[in-house]
């Protein structure tokens, strides 16, 4: 039996290069493995959660999909949809949300940082987790490849899905998160206690994958370090250098040990060179790909095959989920 995997990434900002290391790089390689059946959408209702201008909203969700492909994510063999245009997964939260308590979901880290402080914040700020719960639920997902910052939703998603198989019989399949590599966090250039986000308001500390190659190498020329000049790492004591050495390993395939000994004294210059060259080399690769994919006129086929899939199996999912719960 195929392992079904599937992840989503929220369009609330470009696409970044902590997006592409935490989610769309793993997704790939697993698309590559013909053991697994892929699923990849665009979470454009878990961006409304925050407004959205309009018309940047829609443009950025074509933006997405067309960044996955040119990202290598192989339309042929990966289901690439928009959340929104699969009506079902809506309903499915609703009776995901009656079986989720308000303890729980505002437990949630992600909704402490994100409504802290704040006199109005929206209810789907909070039930936000639920509605990433139906996402995964509805086709059975074995396996969630996310970043280390989402590992506590998909836990939730699987709470849910456990108590809901307890009081009604299975009907859902427990999802495992899947980490990026060791669990990296790609942190912002300039500030790496935090992480790097699409709505960071220095654009100096995120890499976007629309950055041109030149300003890419800037942004990593410019990345705060420390003043030991020595490359090595320790996440505690050297977070831009552990940073910019996770980075390096993961487009470059080798281990951060390999790098570290290359670069140990050679000078933060020689290093970030290294990584700046490898970061922009790899980016405007991408961006190549990109630009022939917008004008290709396919992304509606591809769109209305990845819509078909997963609605055919949310709609399955629903009707069993309504029979169970006494709906009909
Ligand atoms: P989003 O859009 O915030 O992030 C998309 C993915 O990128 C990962 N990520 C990072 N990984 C490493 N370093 C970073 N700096 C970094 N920034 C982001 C995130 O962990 C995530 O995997 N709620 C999700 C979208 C979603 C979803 C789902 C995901 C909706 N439904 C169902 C999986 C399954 C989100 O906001 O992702």
């Known amino acids: 039996m195929k392992k079904r995997i599937l992840t989503g990434l929220k369009p609330t900002g470009e696409l970044t290069l902590g997006n592409y290391i935490g989610a769309i790089s793993q997704m790939v390689e697993l698309s590559n493995d013909e053991n697994n059946e892929v699923y990849l959408f665009v979470a454009d209702l878990h961006a409304l959660t925050e407004y959205q201008d309009p018309s940047t909203l829609r443009e950025r969700i074509k933006k997405f999909i067309a960044m996955y492909i040119a990202c290598g994510m192989d339309p042929e063999k990966v289901s690439i949809y928009i959340q929104s245009d699969n009506e079902y997964i809506p309903m499915i ?52 490849p996310v970043g280390i910052d989402q590992k506590q939703h998909v836990e939730l998603a699987r709470d849910i899905a456990e108590r809901f198989n307890n009081k009604y019989g299975k009907t859902f399949k427990l999802p495992e998160p899947l980490i990026s590599k060791e669990g990296i966090k790609i942190k912002d250039l300039k ?46 004591n050297k977070p831009g250098i552990s ?57 509606e086929e591809i769109l209305n095959k990845g819509k078909e899939n997963s609605r055919k199996l949310a709609y399955e999912k629903m009707i069993e989920m309504k029979k169970k719960v006494g709906l009909n």
């Open 93 to 144: 939260s609703w009776i995901l949300e009656c079986n989720t308590y308000y303890g729980e979901a505002s437990r949630m880290i992600q909704f402490k940082e994100k409504s802290k402080g704040k006199e109005n914040f929206t209810v789907g700020l909070l039930t936000y987790p639920i509605l990433m719960a139906a996402d995964i639920l509805y086709c059975d997902a074995d396996l969630v």
């Open 243 to 299: 940073n910019l050495l996770n980075i390096a390993s993961v487009i470059s395939k080798r281990s951060i040990d390999d790098i570290a000994n290359e670069y140990k004294a050679s000078g933060y210059g020689n290093f970030k060179k290294y990584v700046a060259s490898l970061t922009s080399n790899m980016i405007n690769d991408i961006q190549g790909k990109y630009n022939y994919i917008i004008n290709s006129g396919k992304l």
């Open 191 to 236: 500030d790496p206690s935090k992480k790097m986000s699409k709505s960071e308001v220095n654009p100096n500390g995120v890499i976007s994958l629309f950055d041109s190659p030149e300003i890419v190498s800037k942004k990593i020329m410019g990345a705060t370090t420390d003043s030991e000049n020595l490359v090595y790492y320790d996440e505690e």
